[in-house]
């Protein structure tokens, strides 16, 4: 079993519903079976490599929200997080692109190395109020994941994977995915949004007795 998962490393929800899908794996009892492809969406991709506001203020503006509701919705996705072993440090998110970060993730894709360095990469933006369109930053990642440090940086000298990322960008507009996470299961079942490890332990149950019976 295949699954695709649209994301961005600067989504909150797309990191808690990576770590709700491997909780999910997990439990499952073809765990061992289930392969998962990382696929790249920039929420704003015309984002500069830094900005200056904070994520609180960023919020506020583009929600209508005060601070104290920011605030609730910072704290609920920390104990969320906390459930499923990822901590959130709001306070430390440093804003800007993600397009290296994807470009890198995709470099990786395939490898043994790709699920570490995914997780490596939210780790780095939410636990750790690192900047991930800083190279030097996304070299330290990539080597904490087992990849060599000057592959790392050929990849990042240049545009390599930048054809890559856009693809699966495009691809997401053909499936009409508004919102990450967004998970595609064989390539035919369809599950939007962080849905929660029970619902997902549904879904996989589900999806395999499907394929079973489509192969029987």
């Known amino acids: ?45 015309r984002a500069p490599a830094r900005r200056a506001q904070t994520m609180d203020e960023v919020l506020a503006a583009k929600y209508g929200m005060n601070p104290e509701q920011v605030r609730a919705g910072h704290e609920r996705l920390t104990a969320l997080g906390r459930q499923v072993g990822f901590t959130f440090d709001f306070d430390r998110i440093q804003l800007g692109s993600t397009f290296d970060a994807h470009r890198l993730a995709q470099s990786a894709r ?4 790709e699920a ?26 990539a080597a904490a994941a087992g990849i060599d440090p000057g592959a790392a940086r050929a990849v990042l000298a240049g545009d390599a994977f930048s054809a890559e990322v856009r693809a699966d960008e495009s691809t997401a507009r053909e499936l009409e995915v508004t919102g990450v996470p967004h998970f595609l299961i064989n390539g035919k079942w369809a599950v939007p949004g962080a849905q929660d490890t029970e619902t997902l332990l549904i879904l996989l149950n589900r999806a395999w007795e499907r394929t079973e019976v489509s192969t029987a």
């Open 1 to 45: 079993m295949e699954i695709e998962v649209w994301s961005d490393f600067a989504c909150p929800w797309c990191a808690l519903g990576l770590y709700r899908l491997d909780a999910a794996r997990e439990q499952f009892v073809h765990g061992a079976q289930v392969s998962v492809v990382h696929r790249s969406f920039e929420l704003d991709p």
């Open 110 to 113: 395939g490898t043994a190395a």
């Open 116 to 141: 570490a360095l995914v997780k490596g990469l939210f780790g780095a933006y939410f636990t750790e109020g690192r900047l991930l369109s800083d190279h030097e930053v996304l070299v330290d990642v």
